[in-house]
């Protein structure tokens, strides 16, 4: 690739977060509303370079790949300890879907238990809850949307909703 073609190969300005957008922002450009964008470059991540970060729900743990900011959808990886889990019955505003990387993740209500190799669907609005970690689990977690309708009650930061 020339030098002219690399200096001028950046996405679309967007409203990205997350490890990802964070390492390969090239550019700071102004939205249409004034608020800041940014223009990006192809990056590879290596996730065991980056910290967990704690949640406020004791056992959960992530590290958040990529977000857009504008739409909510993410990508992350989520790790609970064994012995934790989500509280109570819950639904979200969009798909979620995950893939186990390792451990053992249930379902309690169901009996539904992902292990390594499993992937999930939960379709938006559907009920699922709550869950346990049966074992240190590892999660690759994606939503194409926003998380939650509302903030969980089980989350005492809005940003461990989002």
């Known amino acids: 690739m020339s030098d002219h073609e ?16 964070d390492r390969s922002r090239e550019q700071e450009v102004a939205g249409p509303d004034g608020e800041a964008m940014g223009r ?5 991540l ?12 004791d056992g959960l743990s992530h590290k958040m790949l990529w977000r857009n900011d504008e739409t909510g959808a993410s990508i992350a990886l989520v790790r609970f300890k064994k012995g934790s889990g989500i509280p109570s019955r ?10 186990c990387l390792q451990g053992r993740y249930t379902y309690v ?5 992902l292990t390594q190799g499993s992937f999930y669907w939960n379709p ?5 809850g ?3 970690a049966d074992a240190d689990t590892v999660l690759l977690e994606v939503y194409d949307g926003p ?10 930061s809005e940003d461990d909703a989002r």
């Open 130 to 132: 709550p869950t346990h």
């Open 46 to 57: 290596h996730t065991g370079d980056l910290d967990w970060v704690d949640k406020t729900l």
């Open 40 to 44: 990006f470059r192809e990056i590879l």
């Open 90 to 99: 819950h639904s979200h505003a969009s798909n979620q879907f995950m893939f």
């Open 109 to 113: 209500p169901t009996g539904l238990t």
């Open 147 to 156: 998380h939650y309708p509302t903030q969980p009650d089980w989350y005492s």
């Open 6 to 21: 690399r200096e001028h190969n950046l996405s679309e300005p967007a409203r990205y977060s997350g490890a990802a957008p």
């Open 124 to 128: 938006k609005g559907s009920l699922h």
